[in-house]
Each structure stands twice: as structure tokens, then as C-alpha cells.
């Protein structure tokens, strides 16, 4: 019975154990399957299916009448199946050896370029999912294409498909405003979270311009096509799809044909300023529509044919557009150009010394030169006017009647020891015009300009005092070969700012006054600045942006304008600078470009500038707006190294009206027919065969272009596409 | 029955009666209905693991070979309980002698590898696994060894002892030769599981309990595992530290049983098992596919049927008044629950991953026959437990 009892016993004991294990495997199961159910979930879900991303079409950019300024355009492009090559006996090398013929590329360049990136595999390689189509060959002939579609049994996963492409329909017009796209780069992807889920290795980015503001809504949304796959990352199925809803359609301010006249008017003036001698090495001009702050055209020369970013710019053509000897054609001017305002200035030390107490209707003297603090400052080629009248004094453009103002100003702050809170009034009245700072116009990389005050000369005497000072004791060894003269004005100069560089001095004050010196502003600001003192004081913000359009026209989401200041000007200052402005094409500097214009259909109000750098030739500024009476248009000219702004500037931007009002330009080439560099674009040659003026009324439209369920774009009532 | 009426005394009659006679009288309908279950669950299973994303009925093929498994299963569980267990020097040595022959054969050019192991043998298109037969062998040489007291005495002697550790070390030393790790440890968990319960002297059990275990220290720094053989056992510890090598598996069938959730994605319908990214998921893995089709309830069914089986076994075990019909129980008892435990912890990441099916349900020839031809040793042992006639 022992016996029995204990072999009993070790089977109850059995038995136990059997319990045991088997609670453990269900205690366990309850864990993988009850509460971490959803953590395997997702896993598995991330394990068996791989998404593409199908790109949304990306919206036009259209001018304010519903042109296109940017569109899509659709190229064959090849591009191969990672999995499907890979699934062929010998990895696809017989196809791309088939393909590289077609193609006349070299077999191995495929290979290569069908290869996935990783740490050890480098470019040219495959970075993006091997389960997005790998391009191979982008724009190909129509005629390869179908060699391939046709014999697809040869060319087993290549494929030829349509793929879209961004277009610049007017060709080099407005590029740097515009913008350009290019493949976004992996540390892009790793800095923005969300661009992650919504980019692909195939996808454009915008990188600048229009392009790069606006790229979120242009962009629209892709879609995701998820497959379901297996272990073997073989496609069994789609899992799921969530379509691409395209991008919305951007509605500018610009007017293409405004434009076009603005490109080939600059392009004439830098022509006809180097026929003079002068180096005109780059051009900008900005067109604004006064009472909205709207952009109508906006151009910079050099430009460049944006084709150069498809398929991805290569780093040399890249370094090219940046490079100096090609006049670093990706750079706007009229956004990033930084120069003297010089005598357009005038119209804010004006308003400035009015402000301050100086007399509206006073005579003020305007001899050739007045000596301030030891130094002779200098009329335009020492003409000397006698007794003037602040508005006369505009209109001839008398820099000794500034220079006293600037002077007085300064004196009146105590000079050189300041009087505890000066009143820094030219400084001031600079900022309220908005220079010195970024308009805060919808583009990328705004430069800011400069207004030189008491601040910014300490701080730039801190940062350059070191500098100066070892130049104040050694000289300038290197120059004295050459120009022992010149050597000789440096090191005082270096002596003198190394000692007191941080003292705002009366010629820093008369400098100023005439838009010289230390300013610096761009052909942005200075637009800004005259559409403010043409829509009664309203300094507006720029925007290019008008509204979005979705591309079945059912959606439409206006921008809403930047912020408006007010110039702190009397009214009847206002009233007097307009006056003034208005008789410069009629009487003053502008006369020359003015000859034969209809000034009494279209009046024009207006100042030229002549702006001198050191070590550079003299750059010509004309800023103006019209019709003088009741504003419309701000029109601001600047061509680098181009003479005088009477000469070089102001014929630009007589041109320019002349298109937006279609009067007739006279011929100024000297002789030569007008089938010169002007409208190598082919496609200006659409707006040459128009006549009459470009804008209707002589007003862009305030409504928007409709878009019609069909795509097509109808312009607003009154105008014409 | 019919056939005893239309004919009444031939002595076709007299054979059959000695063939099926003693079959009908005790039949253990739980464990019979528990297995029949398990095999049909299992074809089921098998089913859904072989048919991949398309539709289910152009699949079959796997489903039906595992049916032809188990009906030959069913018919050997039938012949085997009829026999009677009372006699078994007249058969477990031949069972034993053929698996052992048949494992040396596998070493020979005649055996086949498959998955890192020479464990099949193929005879003129037909495939076996001899580690199969050698577990019955093994568990009916065993309980003839320990399970017939000598003259005189009541339980097992040292001498007995002797004898049995030389039973196990052929087949053993056979096996560790393939390598088949997880049937070797089936063999001596086997071993193990019929000492213990034999009545031998207890400083035996100890002694060869220490043994094992010092042994299995032994092997494992002497360094006679395959390298695959260490590697899962390390990502059995740490299945992350390679998630697309030795990890995978361990990894893969975590997330086929917890996608499964509480009431799974419903038979044919698991993702993971369609796009099989669980290997062997029709033979060793079989548990991701329930655990993943079927989910906890589902799961639950399995084991509890398994538990069922067991429990039924010892039960028999306990009943059985012979102790070489109570240690044939207990051989199998240990062999089955041993076998289930890491087969199932080994999918739900508890065990470490060998090579082993889960009784009843895997798809396979040998080892479905096997495990059916011990359920009928049960059978057979419970029908005539109560004496002799």
C-alpha cells in the first residue's frame, strides 16, 4: 500500500505540475493578447504593408488676371521596380543592359543607379522607398518611350509613364520671384517632423520664391496607396488608398504682361547704359499697386532659364547661378540688392526737416558746395541755383539745400556731444518710410537695408575699432605703392575712426540727408516708400500673394493683406512733397526720359537718384508713381553701375508706363532695330503682338480669376487673359 | 455489431474477436474526443497557414495530406490499442530496435537535412522521421526496463537503473548527432518524467537529475551546440538584439499572437499569417496561427484540450494497476506535456525556440502518427486497466 501511496502521491504531484505550465502558457497568452494587443497590432501593421506616396499635381501660380505663371507640364520619365528587377534570375542586369541601349546610357550607370542608398552603398544610389518607381531616364523622347511600352516582354519591370513638371510659362520672367523647386534633401526630412509623412524621395520641394512661401498650399496633399506585402516584401494587394487632392492654385498681384514690359524695359536700360560706357552689371525694378501694397511685377537682371532645376541641380551649375562672373543671376536685386537711396532719399529728409521745424514755404540758398566740419560737400557737378524753394529744390534736386537741412538737424542734437535724448529726426523719419528693416513682403530672405543712427555707428566702430586702429599706426603699406596719396586719406581715416569712430559727426548728418553715406536700401523698400507717399501717407506691406484658388475652382481663400502704417507727416507736407514730385519728370531730372510722354493723360511723380559706392561706379535709381493725381502704380528703377538715375533709371521706368498705359516708347537704341537680346523667350513675343495697354483702365482687377470645374482659368470682368 | 450477427460462429469471427474484441468494452470518450479536437482544430490551422492571401479552396494541398496523416494515425491508435499492452516484450523491443536503426540510418547518405538537422529519412519518395518513432520506442523500452519488477522485488533496481540509462544513451547519443536539439530533450525529459514515477531509488532520481543539469552545463561551454543552437538560445533571451536574424522568429510570432487579440482576426483572415512572415508557421509555429486567426479564445481551446489529454493520461495512469501500463501513461503524459509547453512558450516568447511540433496539431507524417499511436497505447492500456478478464 506504500508503494501504491507514493506513486499516488508523485502522480497528484504530476498533475500539479501539468496545471501549472499550462496556467503559465495561458497567463502569458493573456498578456500578448489582452493588453499588449494593441502595441503587436500596430508592429504587424507596420510589418505588412509599405506605402507609396502619390504626389498631389501642384497648383499653378497665376497673375491677377488668371494668366499662368507657373505651371505643370507632363514628361515621359523611365523608371524601374526595385522588386521586380530583383526578382528576375539575374537581378535585372540583362534588362538594363536592353534598357542602357535604348537609352545610350552606360549599362553600369543603371546598375548603379537602381542600387538602394545605405552606409556602405553611395551615390549614384536609389534614396527613396524601394517601393516608389526608381527614375532612370527623365524627359526621354516620346519615340523611347514607346520602344519600351511596346516590348514591355523585354524590358519586364521598367516602366514609361507621364510625370509632371514644373513649367515657368513665361520663361526667365520674374525667376528669382518665383521660385524654383528641388528634391528635398535628407536634413530637411530629418528637421521637419511632419514633412516625414508627407514626402516621398521623389518629391520637390519649393526652395525658393513663391514656391518656398507658399509651398504648403501649392502643394496639396498626396496621396498614400498602401500594399499589402509579405515576408518576402513581395506586393500581394492594396491594403488601402487615400487619394492625392491637389494643390491649391496661387492668385498674385502680378500682372504677366506688366512683366514681360518691366523685363524687357530693364533689359533695354542696361543695353543702352553700357552703349554709355557704364559697367551696369544688374538691374531690379518693383512694380506696386499703391492702394493695395499688391506686387504687380517684380524683376532682377541677371536672370536665368529656370529649366536648369529639373531633375535636380547639379552643384556646379548651382555655384554658377551664385558666382560672380555670371552676375549671381539667382539673386534678386529687387529683394536683396542693397544700395544708397541717394537723392530718392530726398523725399523722406524732406519730409524729415519739415517735420522738425523747417519752414514750408521758406527760400532756402543752393550754392555750389557748403563746407561742414572742415569738409567741402559738393552739387551735383557744383551747379549753384541761388534761392529755392524746398519744392524747387526737389525738382533740380539741390543736394546743398539737404545738406544744410541734414546739418541744422544734427546741430540741433547737439552736434558732436549730443544732448541727452536727441531727436535723431532724419534717422527716425528713414525708419518710418520703413527702411532698415524687411518689408516683411510674402518672399524668402528679405534684405533689410540700413538706417545709420548713433547705435548703429557705436556698434559698428566696436566691431571694426581693432581693425582701424592697427591701420592708424601701420598705413596702408600695400596701397602707398600705387597711390601714395590715397594711402595717405586712409590712414587718417583709420586714425580718425579708431579714435572717435563711435561720434555721429555733421558729415555723417549731411550724408545722410541726401540718401548718401551709410543707407543702404533696396528697390523693395524703396517702392514701399513711394507708393506711401502716393496712397496719402498708407505705407503698405508688399504682398505678392492675392488668393487661393482650389483647383475646381469651388474653394477660394484670400490672403489677407500685411499690416499699414501711417507716415508721420502733416497732410499739407504730403500734399507739398507730391507737388514737388510730380514736376520732376515735367521740369526737373526726369525731363530727358519724360520727352513726348502725355503727362497731362498720365500724370507721373517721380525722383531720380544717383548713388555712389566706394570703388564702384555710380548706380542709377529712378522711384516714382503714377497717375500723379489719383495713384495707381508705384514704378522704382534700379540699375547697378548704370549712370545717373536721369539718364539710365528713369527712360526704364517711362517705359514701363508707357506699356501699363500703351503709349508709344520712343526709340532710344540709337538706330538699332529692337530685335536685339529683348524677348529671346520666345514667349514674350505674344505680348509684343498685343497693343493697346497691358492693364485695361489702367488698374489691376480687384476681382479674381475664376477657375471653371473643367481646370481653365477665366479672367475677372474687363480684362483679358 | 453487424458482423457478429450475419455471422455467427466462422472463425473469421474468432480472429476478429481477437483482433477488435476487447476494444469496445472501456473507451475513455474525453480523451479521445479531446484529441479528435486538437487533430481537427489542427487541420483546420494548417489550412489557413498554407493558403496565403488567395482564396482559401485553392490551397488544400496541405490540409488534405495532414488529413491522410491522420487518418493512417487513427488506424495504427485503433491497432495499437487493440493489442494488448500485456505483452510487451513481444513488441517494444521491435519498436525500439526500429527506431534506433532508423536513426543511424539517417546518418547515413539515406537521411536527409532539413532546417540544420539530419532528421529525415527518405525511402523511395516516402519521408520519415525516425526521432518520431524513437520517443514511442523509447517510452515503451522504458516502462518494459522499469516497469517489469524482477523476481523478488517491487520496484526498479540500480541494475534496472543501469540498464534504462543505457536505453536512453543510444538513441540520444543518435539524435545528439543529427542535431536534433528539441527531441533530445524530449527524450530525456521523457526519461526524466518515468524514472521519477518508476519507484526507483530515490538517490537515482537526484543523482541523475544533478547529472543533467551539470551535463547540460557541460555542452553548453563546451562548445558542442551549432552556432544556430546557442543563437537561439541567446535571442531567446534578448530577441531584439537581432530582429532580422536569429531574433525573427521569437519576434515574428510575438506579433502574429498579439495582433490576434482577444478574439482574433477570424480563420483565414490573419495578415501576418497570410504573408507568412512566421517561418514553419504550418508545422512548429502552427500555435501563431491560432493565436493570430483565433486569438485568446482560441488559444485557450488548444491548451485546455491538451490539458484534457494529459490530465486523461495520468488519470489512466493513476487507474492502471500494472506498473508497466501506468509508466507507458506517464511516458506519454511527459512527452506531450513537455512537447505542448515549449512548443507554445516557444511562440509566445517564454521558450526558447527548438524544433519541435505541438502534438495533434502541426502538420507532419511521423510525428502526427506518432502522437496518435501513443494515444492508443493509452487506449489500450485503459480498456484493460481494470485486470484481466
Given amino acids: 500500500m506504500r508503494r501504491l501511496a507514493r506513486g499516488q502521491t508523485g502522480l497528484l504531484l504530476t498533475q500539479m505540475l501539468v496545471i501549472a505550465l499550462f496556467a503559465t502558457l495561458i497567463g502569458r497568452m493573456w498578456y500578448l493578447q489582452v493588453p499588449m494587443a494593441e502595441h503587436y497590432r500596430a508592429l504587424a501593421e507596420a510589418g505588412h504593408t509599405e506605402a507609396l506616396i ?16 507657373v505651371g505643370n507640364r507632363t514628361e515621359l520619365v523611365i523608371s524601374a521596380d526595385y522588386h521586380q528587377l530583383l526578382a528576375q534570375d539575374d537581378g535585372g542586369e540583362a534588362v538594363l543592359g536592353r534598357l542602357a541601349k535604348v537609352l545610350d546610357t552606360p549599362p553600369e550607370e543603371l546598375r548603379k543607379r537602381t542600387r538602394l542608398c545605405s552606409p556602405e552603398v553611395s551615390r549614384p544610389c536609389w534614396q527613396g522607398s524601394p517601393y516608389q518607381p526608381i527614375p532612370l531616364a527623365e524627359d526621354v523622347e516620346p519615340r523611347v518611350a514607346l520602344q519600351i511600352k511596346e516590348r514591355q516582354e523585354d524590358f519586364p519591370g521598367i516602366s514609361a509613364e507621364q510625370q509632371a513638371v514644373r513649367h515657368h510659362v513665361r520663361g526667365r520672367d520674374a525667376v528669382q520671384t518665383l521660385g524654383y523647386l528641388q528634391p528635398i ?24 520664391g513663391l514656391e518656398a512661401v507658399y509651398d504648403e498650399q501649392l502643394r496639396g496633399t498626396a496621396g498614400v496607396r498602401r500594399y499589402a506585402v509579405n515576408n518576402m516584401g513581395e506586393v500581394t494587394g492594396v491594403a488601402s488608398e487615400t487619394s492625392s487632392e491637389p494643390g491649391m492654385h496661387l492668385v498674385t498681384h502680378m500682372d504677366a504682361r506688366v512683366q514681360g514690359i518691366v523685363e524687357d524695359a530693364l533689359a533695354r536700360g542696361m543695353e543702352n547704359a553700357r552703349k554709355e560706357g557704364e559697367p551696369a552689371d544688374a538691374a531690379a525694378s518693383v512694380v506696386l499697386d499703391v492702394r493695395t501694397g499688391g506686387v504687380v511685377a517684380m524683376a532682377s537682371l541677371p536672370n536665368y532659364d529656370p529649366s536648369v532645376w529639373k531633375g535636380g541641380v547639379d552643384q556646379d551649375t548651382y555655384q554658377n547661378l551664385l558666382s560672380e562672373e555670371a552676375g549671381k543671376p539667382l539673386v534678386s536685386r529687387a529683394l536683396k540688392g542693397e544700395f544708397p537711396p541717394a537723392s530718392t532719399f530726398k523725399a523722406a529728409s524732406l519730409s524729415a526737416a519739415v517735420e522738425d521745424g523747417a519752414s514750408l514755404n521758406g527760400r532756402y540758398s543752393c550754392p555750389s558746395s557748403i563746407t561742414v566740419g572742415g569738409r567741402s560737400f559738393q552739387n551735383y557737378e557744383g551747379d549753384a541755383h541761388g534761392s529755392l524753394s524746398l519744392h524747387k529744390a526737389i525738382v533740380v534736386s539741390c543736394n546743398t539745400v539737404f545738406y544744410q537741412l541734414g546739418y541744422d538737424m544734427w546741430r540741433e542734437d547737439g552736434g558732436i556731444d549730443p544732448v541727452d535724448d536727441p531727436e535723431d529726426a532724419m534717422a527716425n523719419m528713414a525708419k518710418a518710410y520703413g527702411f532698415g528693416a524687411p518689408t516683411g513682403v510674402d518672399l524668402p530672405h528679405e534684405a533689410a537695408g540700413r538706417v545709420p543712427d548713433r547705435e548703429w555707428k557705436q556698434e559698428y566702430w566696436e566691431a571694426g575699432r581693432e581693425d582701424s586702429c592697427e591701420r592708424a599706426k601701420n598705413g596702408y603699406p600695400e596701397v602707398r605703392e600705387e597711390d601714395p596719396g590715397h594711402a595717405a586719406y586712409l590712414k587718417k581715416a583709420a586714425e580718425e575712426f579708431c579714435v572717435d569712430g563711435y561720434t555721429w559727426r555733421a558729415g555723417d548728418a549731411v550724408n545722410f540727408s541726401i540718401g548718401q553715406g551709410d543707407v543702404l536700401v533696396t528697390p523693395l523698400q524703396l517702392a514701399r516708400a513711394y507708393a506711401a507717399i502716393a496712397d496719402d501717407g498708407t505705407l503698405r506691406t508688399p504682398q505678392l500673394g492675392k488668393a487661393f484658388v482650389s483647383a475646381d475652382g469651388k474653394q477660394v481663400k484670400r490672403i489677407e493683406p500685411g499690416e499699414t502704417e501711417k507716415l508721420p507727416i502733416e497732410e499739407k507736407t504730403l500734399e507739398y512733397l507730391q507737388s514737388a514730385l510730380a514736376d520732376v519728370p515735367e521740369e526737373g531730372t526726369g525731363r530727358y526720359a519724360f520727352e513726348g510722354f502725355p ?94 495697354p497691358a492693364v485695361p483702365n489702367g488698374a489691376p482687377p480687384e476681382e479674381l480669376p475664376t477657375v471653371q470645374p473643367d481646370g481653365s482659368v477665366q479672367p475677372p470682368d474687363g480684362y483679358r487673359k | 455489431m453487424t458482423a457478429t450477427t450475419r ?49 482559401p479552396r485553392d490551397a488544400t494541398g496541405h490540409a488534405r495530406s495532414q488529413l491522410v496523416h491522420i487518418a493512417i494515425g487513427a488506424l495504427v491508435c485503433v491497432a495499437v490499442a487493440a493489442v494488448d499492452y500485456r505483452l510487451p516484450s513481444a513488441y517494444a523491443p521491435v519498436i525500439y530496435a526500429v527506431a534506433v536503426i532508423g536513426l543511424a540510418l539517417v546518418l547515413t547518405p539515406l537521411g536527409e537535412v532539413i532546417n540544420g538537422s539530419r532528421s529525415w529519412l527518405v525511402i523511395g519518395g516516402f519521408q520519415a522521421q525516425p526521432g518520431e518513432v524513437a520517443k514511442v520506442g523509447l517510452v515503451l523500452g522504458l516502462a518494459m526496463l522499469l516497469g517489469e519488477p524482477r523476481a523478488g522485488e517491487h ?47 530515490a538517490r537515482w532520481v537526484v543523482g541523475l537529475l544533478v547529472c543533467g543539469v551539470l551535463a547540460m552545463a557541460a555542452v553548453w561551454w563546451s562548445g558542442l551546440l551549432k552556432d544556430y543552437q546557442i543563437a537561439r538560445f541567446t535571442s531567446f533571451v534578448d530577441p531584439a538584439a537581432d530582429p532580422r536574424g536569429t531574433g525573427y522568429n521569437a519576434n515574428q510570432a510575438k506579433i502574429a499572437v498579439g495582433s490576434g487579440g482577444f478574439n482574433g482576426t477570424g ?101 502526427t502518427i506518432a502522437h496518435l499511436a501513443a494515444i492508443g497505447l493509452v487506449l489500450g492500456i485503459h480498456s484493460r486497466a481494470r485486470g484481466f478478464d
Avoid at chain 1, 502619390?54 to 499662368?68: C, E, K, Q, W
Avoid at chain 2, 476478429?16 to 474484441?21: A, E, H, I, S, Y
Avoid at chain 2, 511527459?334 to 509547453?341: A, G, N, P, Y
Fill in chain 2, 7 to 55: 455471422f455467427p460462429s466462422t472463425p473469421w469471427r474468432n480472429r476478429t474477436r481477437w483482433l477488435v474484441g476487447a476494444v469496445p468494452r472501456r473507451i475513455d470518450w474525453t480523451l479521445v474526443l479531446s484529441v479528435a479536437a486538437l487533430s481537427a482544430i489542427g487541420v483546420l490551422l494548417v489550412w489557413a497557414a498554407t493558403s496565403g492571401t488567395g482564396d
Fill in chain 1, 599 to 692: 503727362l497731362d493723360e498720365v500724370p507721373v511723380a517721380g525722383k531720380t537718384g544717383t548713388a555712389s559706392l566706394l570703388g564702384r561706379k555710380e548706380s542709377a535709381w529712378f522711384a516714382s508713381y503714377a497717375p500723379a493725381d489719383d495713384p495707381q502704380y508705384a514704378v522704382v528703377v534700379l540699375i547697378s553701375q548704370g549712370g545717373t538715375g536721369g539718364v539710365a533709371s528713369a527712360p526704364v521706368a517711362r517705359e514701363i508706363y508707357d506699356g501699363i498705359y500703351g503709349f508709344e516708347t520712343p526709340d532710344r537704341s540709337g538706330g538699332d532695330s529692337e530685335d536685339g537680346e529683348s524677348g529671346e523667350d520666345g514667349e514674350d513675343g505674344e505680348d509684343g503682338t498685343e497693343s493697346g
Fill in chain 1, 185 to 208: 534633401t535628407a536634413d530637411e526630412l530629418e528637421e521637419r517632423e511632419d514633412l516625414r509623412v508627407r514626402f516621398s524621395g521623389v518629391d520637390r520641394v519649393g526652395r525658393d
Fill in chain 2, 155 to 201: 520496484r526498479p533496481t540500480t541494475r534496472d537503473v543501469l540498464f534504462s540509462l543505457v536505453a536512453l544513451a543510444v538513441p540520444l547519443a543518435l539524435i545528439m548527432a543529427q542535431p536534433d536539439l528539441g527531441t533530445a530533450l524530449v527524450l530525456v525529459a521523457v526519461y526524466m518524467g518515468m524514472l521519477a514515477l518508476s519507484g526507483a531509488p
Fill in chain 2, 267 to 367: 480563420l483565414f483572415q490573419g495578415e501576418h499569417t497570410s504573408g507568412r512572415f512566421v517561418p514553419e508557421q504550418h508545422t512548429d509555429f502552427i500555435f501563431t496561427v491560432a493565436g493570430e486567426e483565433l486569438g485568446f479564445i482560441g488559444g485557450t481551446v488548444i491548451i485546455v484540450l491538451l490539458a484534457l489529454v494529459i490530465w486523461r493520461v495520468l488519470r489512466i495512469a493513476a487507474e492502471c494497476s500494472q506498473p508497466y501500463g501506468r509508466l507507458v501513461c506517464i511516458g506519454v503524459a511527459t512527452w506531450l506535456c513537455f512537447q505542448s509547453f515549449i512548443n507554445i512558450g516557444m511562440t509566445l516568447g517564454i521558450m526558447p525556440i527548438t524544433g519541435l511540433p505541438l502534438p495533434f496539431v502541426s502538420y507532419g507524417g511521423t510525428a
Fill in chain 1, 54 to 69: 502619390v504626389p498631389a499635381t501642384r497648383g499653378h501660380i497665376l497673375d491677377s488676371v488668371g494668366r499662368s505663371m
